[in-house]
């Protein structure tokens, strides 16, 4: 890993010193990749959890509460990680790239509200349906913004995955309500934010990018409170410990996203978006009673096995490079 200074002498060392964020080229090779994989997958299937637990305390704490507890008890999560790795680990949370860093974390502030907005009246696998319309839209932009190539197996299994989503949807059918209009809005800003993302582990370490968001969600949960509050009833331990959980597991997962994008491209990523559903089947299904459609458990099926074909294909690269 290489480091950045600035100049020569005292105040170079010092520079250096205080900013510990990584600068390197991104790659794209079938080890780092496959890495990749395994971490975003694992991130996925936290942020699910957090959602399932967000879901349940909504009703209670309303979108400005859970905004602002998911990031107070979130970036405190992230500063216990950072301080974990010894007495200059908080030095990990300077950015380098203020501006970059600031935008993302505003862009998924708006995402979190639009989707904890849907959780008031769609279940959880309803609004991945709507939300996996991402990584075909995160698969496009990679191009221009970040001048990825997409390989031919890599924009099919995409493709397929997209037909997926629209079994999913069933365009014309229940779903379309104005609720889902405002998640779709969302779900373009959370590709968007992803892309981000990737550009930022170029400067920025996993936990710095997880700690302005965090604090951007708590700032933003503030501002929201007087517009989108909650029943005002005490919600209890039970209600304070989810409020924890949802901002532990945020914390944990966001580190762990940020460092998958850092090890591969968006393009091999993107259809990994889909890996939610099953998990968002189960946790829905135990916790609310939610009993998916055919449709839907038709539609994650194709875009299982599209994710599931780029896994394979990843491996060959792998071996043949090996």
Request: glycine share 10%; proline share 5%.
């Amino acid at each position: 890993m290489r480091y950045c200074t600035r100049g020569n002498g005292p105040m170079a060392d010092t520079v250096s010193r205080a900013v510990l964020a990584p600068s390197r080229a991104l790659s794209d090779n079938a080890s780092d990749t496959l890495r990749g994989i395994l971490l975003a997958v694992l991130a996925y299937m936290i942020w699910t959890l957090g959602d399932a637990t967000a879901k349940l305390v909504l009703p209670d704490v309303g979108v400005a509460g859970a905004m602002l507890w998911r990031g107070v008890f979130g970036f405190v999560t992230v500063i216990a990680i950072t301080m974990a790795r010894g007495n200059a680990g908080w030095q990990r949370i300077i950015p380098r790239r203020w501006k970059l860093v600031m935008a993302r974390s505003v862009l998924a502030s708006f995402v979190s509200v639009t989707w904890y907005i849907s959780w008031l009246s769609m279940s959880l696998a309803d609004t991945y349906a709507v939300g996996f319309t991402a990584p075909l839209i995160m698969t496009l932009l990679a191009v221009p913004m970040l001048g990825e190539r997409i390989r031919w197996r890599r924009a099919l299994s995409t493709v397929v995955g997209f037909g997926g989503v629209l079994i999913m949807l069933r365009p014309g059918g229940d779903l379309w309500t104005p609720v889902v209009a405002l998640l779709l809005i969302g779900t373009l800003v959370m590709a968007l934010t992803r892309i981000m993302t990737r550009q930022l582990t170029a400067t920025e370490t996993p936990e710095c990018q997880a700690f302005w968001l965090l604090i951007c969600h708590t700032i933003t949960g503030m501002v929201l409170l007087p517009w989108m509050p909650g029943t005002g009833i005490a919600i209890g331990v039970a209600g304070w410990l989810g409020l924890a959980f949802l901002g532990v597991s945020s914390g944990v997962a966001h580190c762990i996203f940020a460092r998958a994008y850092g090890l591969a491209p968006v393009s091999a990523l993107a259809p990994y978006e889909y890996s939610m559903m099953p998990f968002a089947i189960v946790f829905g299904f135990v916790l609310f009673g939610d009993v998916p459609s055919w449709s839907t458990l038709g539609g994650a099926v194709v875009v299982a096995a599209a994710g599931s074909y780029n896994a394979y294909r990843e491996r060959m690269l792998r071996s043949a490079a090996s």
